[in-house]
């Protein structure tokens, strides 16, 4: 009775120690320093984005990793031109960069950004008033640079010798247009002919059970299709898929650059943007649980016996980022509907799809006259249009079609 006692208990003890690998209080901490006020929503180049940087910093120290940034630090800074009110800032922004070195010839990257919308001068908050108020960013995007810590903490604390490096990465400037990630990938501190593959998380902390994942960049390696049905399965965690590389977040950077990547993204939701997304919101089991498949996912890409292949998947805007548009509508696109026409999500105050009457819920099939069928269809219209013109927008309210005028 006795053995068998102290066998179950063994039993229970390996259990607990696998499921708690990533441990909640350990995601709850980060995520509530990252988003505490005190970081007065991580700006880029605001005083509370460098104390959220330090921190990564001291966090990359503490595990063991290399710094990976310029002269021998943490960071790579740059600089960022942004405007608020019509007049220019000019700040600096600045990736942390922390290495596991294996003593392997290539690199897998897993990166998040760690920026926000501060508060609420430069563009992208969806609260009324947003101006003088912090922004906290807790799902948007602590979430995603505690799994750049956690996965660090993870990889370098195993005793195993992985059969690549890993480069871990908080990116900057990516609430203004992908500037960190894109800075990297146009001046890397590694070579990026040494880079297998790059895995980014961007608000992974709002996990619902019944709606999944959202994994982007599903096309753009083989590896991904035959390694991740397994892993979200042992997780119980369902999923959709996007194949393209090009999207509303870093790994699009290096997508463009020719590298596999992959994303995750529990998916939009009503606080998106606004000074609502706290701590208090986010899902923290359900993050852990993410974490752990993607764990999954890095070993089983670094076990593989070839480099993961790299495939083009759906990238019809040639090289462009949505950085580059001269002009914009205002919108948050539902990167999870699959639907013919581009589903809105969200419509920034005093924009030109506000001003239009565009609201949240509506479908637009039609801009300048011509047909929308998916995203990169609408951003492809967008490239083509300069500040002042004014064009018409077929869209879908419910079962009502409707037509107005959008200037941009
Ligand atoms: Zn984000």
Known sequence: MKKILSLLFIIASITTAFAQQF???????????????????RGTGSLGEIKAANYLADQFRIIGLKPAGTDKSFFQPFQVTYSVDGYAHQVTGRNVVG??????????????????????????SLSPDSKNKIH???????SGTTGVIELAKYFAGNSKVEKHNFLFMAFSGEELGLLGSKYFTDSPTVPLTSISAMVNMDMIGRLDEAKGLIISG???????????????AKQNIRYTVDSSGVGASDH??????????????????GDY????????????????????????????????????????????????????????LGVMPDYSYSGKGLKIDGVSKARPAEAAGIQAGDVILKLAGKDIATIYDYMEILGEHEKGQTVEAEFLRGKDKKTVKITF
């Open 23 to 41: 441990k909640v209080e350990d995601i709850k901490k980060h995520i509530t320093f990252l988003a505490s006020d005190d970081l007065e929503g």
């Open 99 to 124: 290495f596991l070195d294996n003593g392997a010839a290539k690199t897998i990257i897993v990166g998040g950004h760690y920026d926000h919308l501060g508060k609420g001068y430069q563009s992208g």
């Open 136 to 142: 906290n960013g807790a799902d948007d995007n602590a």
């Open 218 to 232: 599903w096309g753009t390696s083989p590896v991904w299709g035959k390694i991740i049905p397994e892993q979200a």
């Open 252 to 269: 699009t950077s290096f997508y463009l650059k020719n590298i596999p990547v992959v994303q995750f993204f529990t998916g939009s939701h």
């Open 273 to 328: 943007h606004k000074t609502s997304d706290d701590t208090d919101k986010i899902n923290l089991a359900g993050e852990a649980k993410i974490l752990t498949l993607i764990a999954g996912v890095l070993e089983k890409t670094d076990q593989e016996t070839t480099e993961p292949e790299f495939f083009s998947a759906g990238n019809p805007h040639s090289g462009q980022t949505t950085s580059n548009f001269k002009v914009t």
